[in-house]
């Protein structure tokens, strides 16, 4: 399919080309002996250079988006949504295409397999029946296949022409299968050598051929030098073998020389073997007549041992008769020290009862020491209480003496409205005098209480 679509005339108007640049990138390394293959261009000058690149660019572009149709309509995301009404429709119908190709696809792989299996029937005439309709099913093949390409291109022209729905999908790279991304990988490495044959003139092209050729004999010399190096190799790992061998032959003398050693060590053993049994005879007659000797030395010893024990025994009686008479001297100094710590005992049990004596006696001091106390206290207590009741009476006589006076205010001003009242009434005329001499008579009344409080 993708074949095809490199077959296919231009349709993509207007490529991008700012994404795949037409530029040659300028090497950061410093001057090499491969500047040589370096195009002494970056850029395209020719219009026919520059279609060629646009027309392998709208490939790419387009193998792209090709690539991603699988996904995409077995995604379970809206495709109206994402990429439009007349887009999603299309993709179905060629999802549709795809998917009725490989059904017939898998359904002729599996009857091929079972005529192979039916081999043995093959001059029957339902088995050639079969075969027969098998070839017509395959022919049906192609019309279907041109259909899906027709339905391709289609999907293609609607994507061109509506950008957001091709960057959309262009957004799910992650669905490409690895077959589809090692074949873009390789069209845009095929881009990269035509863009660099492109830029190459021919005289660039020339000096190329000669440095190819030249780094050629070179290699060739080089690999001269290289089998030189390995026959010299080869003859020193010769002597090396060689001079491993003398040595392999030399560990082996060495070896026997070794097992002689041996054989001599265990012959002078065992003689040494026989000439220790010999001297452990000698000695062991030797052992026995010391022995004997030493026997004689333990009755000596014995009948000594003897006599100096009846020596300490009559020592012993003597230091007894001395423990004895230090023994009595010791009681009669215990006895003594008994009577006088009696003695001591008594006065000290009279002390002591005196002691317990005075003792309850001032604890009894004490008690009543706790009761003055106490009682001190409670007095002064009562002192306070009684000092604070009488402040207290004090202050509530003085607030009934200011409540009594304000009331006598009170009643005194009441007194003279109600003769004002009665004295409006009798005189008509005088209505003016009557309130001056009211008002005189309430300040004076005023003033009073005043002086009062």
């Known amino acids: 399919m993708a074949l095809d679509l490199l077959a296919m005339g231009a349709l993509y108007q207007g490529p991008d080309i700012d994404r795949i640049r037409l530029m040659a990138e300028p090497s950061k390394k410093p001057a090499s002996p491969l500047k040589a293959l370096i ?27 090709v690539t991603l149709l699988s996904y995409v309509t077995s995604s379970d995301e809206d495709l109206e949504g994402m990429l439009g009404k007349d887009i999603a429709k299309a993709m179905r119908e060629h999802q549709d295409l795809c998917q009725a190709l ?67 999908l262009q957004m799910q790279t992650l669905g490409r299968s690895a077959g589809a991304q090692s074949f873009i ?13 492109l830029l190459t003139s021919p005289m660039e092209a020339k000096d190329k051929a000669q440095f190819i050729q030249d780094v050629t004999k070179q290699n060739k010399r080089n690999q001269e030098a290289i089998d030189a190096l390995k026959s010299e190799l080869a003859a020193r790992t010769k002597d ?35 000439e220790a049994e010999k001297q452990q005879k000698v000695d062991f007659r030797a052992s026995q007549a010391r022995v004997a000797k030493i026997q004689q030395e333990i009755l000596q010893l014995r009948s000594q041992f003897h006599n100096l024990v009846m020596e300490n025994r009559e020592a012993e009686q003597a230091l007894r008769k001395k423990k004895y008479k230090v023994e009595t001297e010791i009681e009669n100094w215990i006895q003594k020290y008994d009577t006088e710590m009696g003695e001591k005992q008594e006065e000290y ?24 106390v106490e009682e001190f206290a409670q007095i002064r207590e009562e002192r306070e ?45 005088g209505k003016a005098k009557g309130k001056e001499k009211a008002k005189g008579e309430k300040a004076k009344g005023k003033k009073a209480a005043k002086g009062k409080k």
């Open 102 to 168: 490989l059904d017939k696809v898998s359904y002729l792989q599996d009857e091929e397999r079972r005529a192979q299996e039916e081999e043995e029937f093959e001059d029957e005439a339902w088995f050639r029946d079969h075969l027969l309709s098998l070839e017509q099913q395959k022919s049906h093949l192609p019309p279907l296949m041109q259909q899906i390409k027709e339905s391709t291109k289609n999907i293609l022209r609607l994507l061109l022409s509506n950008p957001q729905a091709a960057r959309l």
């Open 349 to 372: 049990e009279e002390l002591d009862l005196i002691h317990k004596e005075e003792k309850a006696q001032l604890d009894e001091l004490k008690q009543r020491h706790d009761v003055l």
């Open 240 to 274: 090396r073998n060689t001079e491993v061998e003398k040595e392999s032959s030399m560990v082996q003398d060495l070896k026997h020389q070794l097992q002689q050693v041996l054989k001599v060590s265990e012959n002078s053993l065992h003689r040494t073997k026989r």
């Open 39 to 65: 195009p002494s261009k970056t850029k395209l000058t020719t219009i026919e250079t520059k279609r060629i690149m646009s027309v392998l660019d709208e490939t790419i572009h387009k193998v792209q988006l």
């Open 185 to 197: 990988d390789s069209l845009v490495e095929l881009r990269g050598f035509l863009f660099e044959k």
């Open 385 to 429: 209480i009684n000092s604070k009741k009488r402040m207290e009476d004090e202050q509530e006589l003085m607030r009934m003496v200011r409540a009594a006076t304000l009331i006598q205010a009170v009643w005194k001003g009441y007194l003279v409205r109600s003769m004002l009242k009665s004295k409006k009434k009798k005189r008509g005329k």
